[in-house]
């Protein structure tokens, strides 16, 4: 049995990441031609910190590879100093978000490290690919004003121009086929309609912003079920569970749903899936739920009009609340909505996008 060519590691190896890889390693079927290092989607902080090390000692000392492939959390800038023997490889990074963004109430909040981590990844790898324009470009243009947070003078110059020549975008590969059930269950004006949030409970997805609209809409009594999927973090705000509280018989789901089946069939009865994130470069649950025929409510911001069409924005809280008002008064009319929604998933579509990401692994 020959030896694995390709080098993938994946230090935070769960959700969107792992997704990734697995559509990669079936539909490009070179699952037996990698070398799989991986670790747990736990404690992203440290995995960006420390990555590097933690990965170091289970990448073989004796192989044949020829392509390097990890995403943009870890430093491949200090894996290649701990381990020069892979600096050859063909290096491609793929950034699933990036940190140059990241939303924080106030600059001093900010981490530096981590935006710079990935800066430093750049300038090492060969091809760095995006999962969107709007990430790329975000990236991109922010690396001036990003270093600017370094004290001067000595401030290093020309990055974007050594980094730009690297850089393209790739869609994330969704697998469209998977998502899809042979009919959708027809509902009743009178079934109240289901909104959907099918994020992480994080501050950069503002889960307290879609708490407060949910209340918003029962003080105003009107009816309605919800869904709030996602990984829950240990200390979500208390806010939400005091909405959770007050809304309690009109939760259909409260939490992460293990099962892929059950999480489709949640995708599939919901009928309007909501976005209230302040950080997202593409936003594979969103998209998930579209395919299953939700009609989606974005922020008019971030990657949002880079994939879904205007009517599908909202500016602020106060629309979002006005928007699904509307749609609790007449579920029917989000059904029918989404039925006319000029959408088309075909370029996220994993078939189509496959054959660009083959020649990535192709030396």
Known sequence: MESPQNL????????????????LFEGLNIASQCELITLPDKKWHWKARTGALTVLDKIPLEHNFKVLFTSSVLNLAELLALRPDLKNLKKIVYFHENQLIYPVKTQKERDFQYGYNQILTCLVADIIIFNSEFNMSSFLSSLSTFMKIQPGPGRPKGLREKIEPKCSVLYFPIKVDSLKRPTRQSKSQETP???????????????????????????????????????????????IALAKEELNDKFCHWGYVESRDEYVGVLNDADVVVSTAKHEFFGVAMMEAVICGCYPLCPKGIVYPEIYPEECLYKD?????????????????????????????????????????????CT
Request: hydrophobic share 40%; glycine share 4%; aromatic share 12%.
């Open 317 to 361: 809280e106060s629309e979002l609340f006005e928007r699904l008002k509307m749609f609790c008064t007449e579920p029917i009319s989000a059904r029918m909505q989404r039925s006319s929604l000029e959408f088309n998933p075909d370029k996220f579509k994993d078939s189509n996008l496959l054959s660009e990401y083959k020649k990535l692994f």
């Open 8 to 23: 993938v590691i994946e230090i935070f190896y769960g959700g969107s990441h792992k997704q990734l890889l697995d559509v």
């Open 193 to 239: 309609l289901h909104i959907l949030w099918p994020h992480r409970w994080e501050h950069d997805k503002d889960p307290e912003m879609f708490a407060r609209v949910l209340l918003s809409l029962h003080r105003f009594g009107l009816d309605f079920r919800v869904s709030m999927l996602g990984r829950v973090c240990s200390d979500f705000p208390e806010s």
